[in-house]
């Protein structure tokens, strides 16, 4: 079954859901309303490979550098201010 986006027209929230081909546009789970439509979902291109949890780490262990970083420079022109 596919994961389809969908859009309220009651309320305009936008949610996802599991929902099989033919079958029926699902209820907003916000408002209950039956006022649902699907939406068109970007494609992502065949190129692109799909973003796993080794990419997500090191991303972080990159900001984490970049910050302590930022701490050492900051710290290192408070020293060099208070002389």
Do not use: N
């Not at 699902?26 to 992502?44: D, E, I, M, N």
Request: glycine content about 8%.
């Amino acid at each position: 079954m596919p994961i389809y986006e969908f859009e309220c027209g009651k309320c305009g929230s936008r949610f996802e859901e599991l929902v099989k081909s033919g079958a029926s546009a699902p209820a907003c789970p916000s408002c209950k309303s039956s006022r649902t439509r699907r939406r068109l979902s970007p494609v992502s291109p065949p190129g692109r490979l799909p973003r796993g949890a080794k990419v997500r780490d090191s991303e972080s262990q990159r900001r984490e550098r970049e910050a302590a970083r930022s701490d050492r420079i900051a710290d290192a022109k408070k020293a060099r201010g208070s002389r």
